[in-house]
């Protein structure tokens, strides 16, 4: 299997809050997702059903997760910061299938979306897949923050 550049998101603490659940394909590597995916594709049912499950299993050790939402086709959430024990309980179950979900649909994640703009506005056209699209983006040596967060020069 070709392996992917991407980074799920990593757990970060803010307020005593960590989010958690979007694919940042920004470098680095997560250490082998790919050991706990499915064999067949996920679909949206089976990803939507497997996120339930996590998503019950935390609210029954009594860390419901906070800030729902879904940006693209990917469930985006957080917990307080002293839910990490149910999180690492919880999540195992859920990981195979939110990794290979997220790999999936991450051409149309809000970070690639920014991406293909910044490769738009730079005259260069943008590939049809992530790896492509990430390969120009190092080659044009594109500031990923500030093409994706505003931040920096260009």
């Known amino acids: 299997m070709k ?5 799920l998101a990593s757990a970060l603490g803010v307020a005593g809050l960590v989010a958690a ?3 940042a394909a920004l470098g680095g590597a997560v250490t082998n997702p790919e050991a706990d995916t ?3 594709p ?3 049912r089976v990803y939507d059903a497997a996120y339930a499950e996590f998503r019950d299993c935390m609210k029954d050790a009594g860390v419901p997760l906070a800030g729902e939402r879904t940006v693209g086709a990917v469930h985006e959430f957080s917990y307080l910061a002293d839910g990490q024990s149910a999180y690492d309980k919880c999540y195992p179950d859920f ?3 939110d ?3 997220q790999v999936a649909n ?3 994640s809000p970070t690639y979306v920014k991406l293909r703009e910044c490769l738009t506005e730079g005259g260069v056209q943008p590939g049809k897949d992530v790896e492509t699209v990430w390969a120009q983006v190092q080659a044009e040596k594109i500031d990923v923050d500030a093409c994706t967060l505003g931040v ?3």
Do not use: I
């Open 3 to 7: 392996k992917r550049l991407v980074v």
């Open 38 to 40: 499915p064999a067949e």
């Open 42 to 44: 996920v679909t949206q």
């Open 95 to 97: 990981a195979g299938v």
């Open 152 to 154: 920096g020069s260009n």
């Open 99 to 101: 990794f290979q979900w």
């Open 106 to 108: 991450s051409y149309d």
């Open 21 to 23: 659940g979007s694919v």
